[in-house]
């Protein structure tokens, strides 16, 4: 089993930076895929990021050149680092650890807005 806390999330202005971390309990954490999941109010959830045991990562279209996804495997922690941020960018960002059937975290509000 896998425990997921993010934190990082915040309100920011359009074209700032926000830096979110995803802690994980458990010592098989260097073995899993993680990914950075977001749901804007009435919409569904959608992919943002996601990076593999070995660190290759993959980005959805609407990110691209503008997040960047790490892990510290040391840390038991992933991080999402969005730069450039746009309104659009707006909602609940969620980790997610690919184990078993998926174990998600509670989730970190992102509000960007001037």
């Known amino acids: 089993q896998v425990q997921l806390v993010e934190s990082g999330g915040g309100l920011v202005q359009p074209g700032g930076s926000l830096r979110l971390s995803c802690g994980a309990s458990g010592r098989i954490f260097r073995l899993i895929s993680m990914g950075w999941y977001r749901q804007a109010p009435g919409n569904q959830r959608e992919l943002v990021a996601s990076?593999?045991?070995?660190?290759?990562?993959t980005y959805a279209d609407s990110v691209k050149g503008r997040f960047t996804i790490s892990r510290a495997n040391a840390k038991n922690t992933v991080y999402l680092q969005m730069n450039s941020l746009k309104p659009e960018d707006t909602a609940v960002y969620y980790c997610?650890?690919?184990?078993?059937?998926?174990?998600w975290g509670q989730g970190t509000q992102v509000t960007v807005s001037s």
């Open positions: 997610k650890a690919w184990m078993d059937g998926g174990y």
């Open positions: 990076i593999t045991s070995s660190g290759t990562p």
